[in-house]
């Protein structure tokens, strides 16, 4: 679809009717090379005169993998694995366990919402794409044995003050076993546990006819920000983004060398954002129960080697600002979501008081 001269396009809500079913969730490798090689075309285009590319329609497509399997299913060492999950685990900080926590699962699903990014038909460039919050919801445990689908679709393409951001929403269901199937008559063959929406923004687009609205993620207090009393301590080495890489399969090179980060403006490598949202995850624990909602807003970078410290503290007891900060990121599932004031709010910053992340972990109801 092309939206008329001067008409910005629908923002898009919800999963798309057309279903693709891929055989395997692919692998990022070969994903990020075909979304290198389209950025620089799909760049060029935005900055034609009269405005840049007018279809920026988001492909109208739900890509689904049936049948991913976990623990003694999968492939020895890999995504699912009992070894993979340890590994993830120590990682983190999470404690060893059979259910696979939400930075895990979002390990898991992030190759087949890239895939959705690097669609001929995806209007922005994955090249420079900026990733700014996250919200997941999980509705029940997921554990090792369980056979899942997984799903990803992209919607709610809008403005931002910097340019265009999008959501990438992946879901994971456990599919039902044949004896729940022939006990269950009629009932859905999955059980939805896991709903994620990353939220991207990509630099320097435009909507035809969009106004520059301000984002809802962009205003996060982090110009007023006063470090509170920190709760840990995380000392990160040269290294952290290359451990990460290796386990979650994310090599995006900014995390990865020094020289990948300079030619994005960076002095050094970066965390990648999803390790360190995920440390602040594991750092709740048990409080966020065994279904929760996981959000996190992100705001500057950390460069490493760093030294991040970390406040985690009863959602009830922040102030007024803090509360207002995190309740820019809503739940990716609202029907059931905790009570607010409930959980724990953190937040994360490096040793110059910068903030890197603020977020909140909300037993659901």
Do not use: C
Request: charged share 20%.
């Amino acid at each position: 679809m092309t939206a008329p001269d001067g008409v910005a396009p629908t923002a898009r809500s919800g999963a798309p009717e057309r279903v693709e079913t891929l055989p395997t969730i692919p692998g990022l490798g070969g994903l990020y090379v075909r979304g290198v090689a389209a950025s620089g075309r799909i760049a060029a285009a935005h900055r034609l005169p009269g405005g840049g590319r007018r279809d920026l329609a988001l492909p109208d497509v739900t890509y689904r993998v049936a049948g991913v399997p976990t623990g003694d299913a999968a492939a020895p060492g890999h995504v699912g694995s009992a070894a993979h999950l340890a590994r993830y685990a120590r990682l983190v900080g999470e404690a060893p366990s059979e259910v696979l926590p939400a930075g895990y699962l979002h390990v898991l699903g992030f190759p087949l919402a890239t895939a959705v990014m690097v669609r001929t038909d995806f209007p922005l460039p994955l090249l420079g794409m900026v990733h700014l919050a996250n919200s997941v919801s999980v509705l029940r445990p997921v554990r090792l044995g369980d056979i899942l689908e997984v799903r990803a679709w992209a919607e709610r393409l809008r403005p931002h003050r910097r340019g265009v951001q999008v959501d990438l929403v992946t879901e994971v269901s456990v599919e039902r076993t044949d004896d729940e199937r022939a006990a269950g008559s009629g009932l859905s063959a999955t059980t939805l546990a896991y709903r994620g929406v990353s939220t991207y923004l990509a630099k320097g687009v435009t909507l035809p006819g969009g106004p520059a609205a301000e984002d809802a993620n962009a205003s996060s207090g982090t110009e007023a920000f006063v470090a509170p009393l920190p709760t840990a301590r995380w000392t990160l080495g040269a290294g952290t983004g290359r451990a990460y890489a290796a386990v979650s399969g994310d090599r995006n090179p900014i995390h990865t060398s020094a020289l990948g980060a300079k030619a994005f403006g960076f002095p050094r490598a970066i965390a990648h954002g999803m390790y360190t949202a995920a440390r602040a995850l594991a750092e709740a624990g048990p409080r966020r129960g065994d279904t929760y909602d996981w959000t996190v807003s992100f705001a500057n970078p950390v460069l490493l080697p760093s030294t991040v410290d970390v406040a985690l503290r009863p959602a009830g007891s922040t102030s007024t600002a803090v509360r207002d900060a995190v309740a820019q990121v809503a739940p990716a599932v609202p029907d059931g979501a905790g009570d607010p004031t409930t959980g724990v709010v953190y937040q994360a910053w490096d040793g110059k008081g910068r903030l890197h992340l603020t977020g909140r972990v909300t037993p659901r109801g």
